[in-house]
C-alpha cells in the first residue's frame, strides 16, 4: 500500500508541475506538524507541507501557467486540423463552413488532448466542410464535455441503432406489441422485448447517452401498421427491411435526439451481431426481415 501511495504522489507531481511548470516540494514533515508550534499560521490553521518551488511572483507564476494552457490548446488544435485534412476527401465542394461555426470549432475543441476524442472533432470539421450545416453549436458543446469512457457507450449504442431514412433519424428497436382488440382494451398483447443486455450493452450506458441528452428519456411507441406496412433501417454497410404480417402492430424504440443523431454520425460501427440474431429471433413471428449489404 506504501509504493502504491508513493507513486500516486509521484504522479500528482508530475501532473502539478505539467500544469504550473514548476514543481511542487515538501517543506515540512508529518509528525512535526502537530507538535510544532511553528507548523500553525496566524490563524490557527495548519501550513500546508508543500509548496511550488519557485521565487517568482504569484503573478508571473500565474503567467507561465497561462502560457502553459495556451501552448497546449495550441497544439491540440494544430492536431484536430491536420486529422481533418487527412479525413478529408478530394471531392467538389462549392460552400465553406460559416466563419461563426469555426470560431466556435477552435474555441472549443482546443482542450481535447485525447487522440480518439480529437478523432471526432476532425470527423466533425470534415464533415461540417463538406456540407456546410451538418452539425450544430449544440453538438460541439455536447462534445467538448464528453469524456472517452461516454464516447465508447456512445460507440456501443450506435452499433444497435438503425438509421430511418424518411424521419431522417436513429433509433434503436427494442421490441413490439400487438394493439389490443376491442375485447381486450385493458392490457396489451403479449409484448415481446429484445435482451440488449446480451449485446454488451448495460443499461447505464442507455442512461448515460439520456444524460447527455444524446437518447430522449422515454421509450418511444411507432404509429400502428398495418398487414404489409414496411420499415426500412440501415446499419453501416447493411439494410434490413421489417414487413409486417399482420395488422395492429407498435413498434417501441429508443430514440435520437438532433444531437444525438448528429454525433452519431462520426462513429461507423458495424451493426452489433448478436442485436441482429435477437432482431431476427424476436421479431419473425409477426415481421418478414430481409437483410441486404450495402456498399
Given at each position: 500500500m506504501a509504493v502504491k501511495t508513493a507513486q500516486a504522489r509521484v504522479n500528482l507531481a508530475n501532473t502539478i508541475e505539467s500544469l504550473l511548470g514548476y514543481p511542487i516540494i515538501k517543506v515540512g514533515n508529518n509528525e512535526a506538524s502537530h507538535n510544532?508550534?511553528?507548523?500553525?499560521?496566524?490563524q490557527g490553521k495548519?501550513?500546508?507541507?508543500?509548496?511550488?518551488?519557485?521565487?517568482?511572483?504569484?503573478?508571473?507564476?500565474?503567467?507561465?501557467?497561462?502560457d502553459l494552457l495556451l501552448i497546449k490548446q495550441q497544439q491540440n488544435i494544430e492536431t484536430i486540423l491536420a486529422m481533418a485534412m487527412d479525413f478529408c476527401p478530394d471531392v467538389a465542394s462549392s460552400k465553406q463552413p460559416d466563419a461563426d461555426w469555426v470560431e466556435h470549432f477552435v474555441a472549443l475543441c482546443g482542450d481535447t488532448s485525447n487522440q480518439s476524442m480529437q478523432s471526432l472533432w476532425a470527423k466533425i470539421l470534415t464533415g461540417e466542410t463538406l456540407n456546410p450545416g451538418t452539425f450544430s453549436i449544440k453538438s460541439l458543446q455536447t462534445l467538448k464535455h464528453m469524456t472517452q469512457r461516454e464516447a465508447d457507450s456512445l460507440?456501443?449504442?450506435?452499433?444497435?441503432?438503425?438509421?430511418?431514412?424518411?424521419?431522417?433519424?436513429?433509433?434503436?428497436?427494442?421490441?413490439?406489441?400487438?394493439?389490443?382488440s376491442l375485447f381486450d382494451l385493458l392490457r396489451k398483447g403479449n409484448k415481446v422485448s429484445l435482451n440488449l443486455g446480451k449485446t454488451g450493452i448495460s443499461f447505464p450506458d442507455i442512461l448515460t447517452l439520456m444524460d447527455l441528452n444524446l437518447l430522449y428519456r422515454k421509450e418511444?411507441?411507432?404509429?400502428?401498421?398495418?398487414?404489409?406496412?414496411?420499415?426500412?433501417?440501415?446499419?453501416?454497410?447493411?439494410?434490413?427491411?421489417?414487413?409486417?404480417?399482420?395488422?395492429?402492430?407498435?413498434?417501441?424504440?429508443?430514440?435520437?435526439?438532433?444531437?444525438?443523431?448528429?454525433?452519431?454520425?462520426?462513429i461507423n460501427y458495424p451493426v452489433n451481431k448478436v442485436y441482429k440474431q435477437l432482431l431476427n429471433s424476436a421479431l419473425e413471428s409477426e415481421f418478414e426481415l430481409a437483410w441486404h449489404t450495402t456498399k
Open positions: 510544532n508550534e511553528q507548523s500553525y499560521g496566524p495548519v501550513k500546508p507541507l508543500y509548496r511550488i518551488n519557485s521565487d517568482n511572483t504569484v503573478l508571473a507564476r500565474a503567467q507561465k501557467r497561462q460507440q456501443k449504442c450506435v452499433s444497435l441503432s438503425g438509421y430511418n431514412e424518411k424521419d431522417d433519424s436513429h433509433f434503436i428497436l427494442l421490441g413490439f406489441y400487438k394493439k389490443p418511444i411507441e411507432s404509429a400502428v401498421l398495418k398487414t404489409g406496412q414496411e420499415l426500412t433501417l440501415s446499419f453501416l454497410s447493411q439494410k434490413v427491411t421489417l414487413k409486417a404480417k399482420n395488422s395492429d402492430l407498435v413498434l417501441s424504440y429508443y430514440k435520437f435526439t438532433q444531437t444525438g443523431d448528429e454525433l452519431s454520425k462520426l
